[in-house]
């Protein structure tokens, strides 16, 4: 077994329930052919997605302290 199948097998077993099979297949392949600039990629587009959840929490909070605003007057 080579070192993508290994890959490979190891990522379907810990997200196979949440990701489609041909994705994990796509994401290992690019991994295996770019390496560190995948891992760079990855990382920038995590960032990504965390500041619009972080904007979401802090838009569902303000959205409750207005309510809470308007209850107490």
């Known amino acids: 077994m080579n070192s993508k199948e290994i890959i490979l ?3 379907f077993s810990k ?9 994990i ?3 290992v392949s690019q991994f ?3 390496g560190n600039v995948f ?3 990855e990382v920038m587009n995590l960032r990504k997605e965390i500041e619009k959840i972080k904007e979401e929490i802090q838009s569902i909070k303000d959205m409750i302290e207005a ?7």
């Open 9 to 11: 097998k190891e990522m």
């Open 25 to 27: 297949s796509e994401k």
């Open 39 to 41: 891992l760079f990629f």
């Open 15 to 23: 997200v196979g329930d949440t990701i489609s099979e041909q994705t």
């Open 32 to 34: 295996v052919k770019y």
């Open 67 to 73: 309510e809470n605003l308007q209850v107490s007057l």
